[in-house]
């Protein structure tokens, strides 16, 4: 229960909701379009009708088209993710706004990390099976990862014994860069908080 003279709290739980019923809206309408789905069936269009007015505003401010493949659902949800991270507790504490827009970008950064950790990890076990390149999920793994991979063998000798050891790299680099500067951001808000927040 929020106290009726706070009704900023009441704000926050209400934006919390709608951010939470959101964010599942944007997962399911990404899930449903990997199949094709029939454009003039309701549940679609209402998807579409929900998601698109976001998803043409981030195209627009960020290129989020690579090889084909859109990614802006992704960038949509660690956008989502934020706003309920950072700007719900700051209308809940009314005020800690530094220490709660600090924790909400650790948070979005953690998750895009944990998302493309997920992504490396499978793409490069199914490279061990030579799976067929027009599958659209191997097209799309391809797409996420190829730049990357590409940008690390470029520059280090990361074969040995015909062992392709550029993944490995990769997710050691993510866990770093999780530890030190997703995580270090979450931190650095906590400790705002506990010293009186800003």
């Known amino acids: 229960m929020y106290d009726v003279n706070n009704p900023?709290?009441?704000?926050?739980?209400?934006l919390h909701v709608g951010l939470t019923v959101y964010l599942w809206i944007i997962i399911i309408g990404a899930l449903i379009s990997w199949v094709n789905p029939d454009p003039y069936n309701p549940v679609v269009r209402f998807l579409r009708r929900a998601t698109d007015p976001l998803f043409i505003w981030l195209r627009r401010h960020v290129p989020l088209i690579f090889g084909g493949i859109d990614f802006s659902p992704i960038i949509a949800?660690?956008?989502?993710?934020?706003?309920d991270v950072s700007l719900v507790p700051?209308?809940?504490?009314?005020?800690n706004i530094l220490a709660n827009m600090l924790i909400g970008l650790g948070q979005s950064l953690s998750m895009l990390l944990n998302f493309y950790l997920i992504v490396v990890i499978v793409a490069a076990v199914i490279s061990f099976v030579n799976p067929s390149p027009y599958n659209p999920i191997v097209r799309i793994l391809s797409a996420l990862t190829y730049p990357v991979f590409s940008w690390f063998r470029r520059r280090l000798p990361l074969?040995?014994?015909g062992i392709d050891f550029t993944p490995v790299l990769v997710i050691a680099l993510i866990f770093l860069v999780n530890t030190y500067g997703a995580h270090t951001l979450i931190r650095m808000g906590l400790n705002l908080k506990l010293k009186g927040g800003f």
Not at 77 to 83: P, Y
Not at 90 to 95: K, Y
């Open 8 to 14: 900023l709290a009441f704000v926050g739980q209400l």
């Open 159 to 161: 074969s040995f014994g």
């Open 90 to 95: 700051i209308l809940r504490e009314q005020g």
């Open 77 to 83: 949800i660690a956008f989502i993710i934020f706003l």
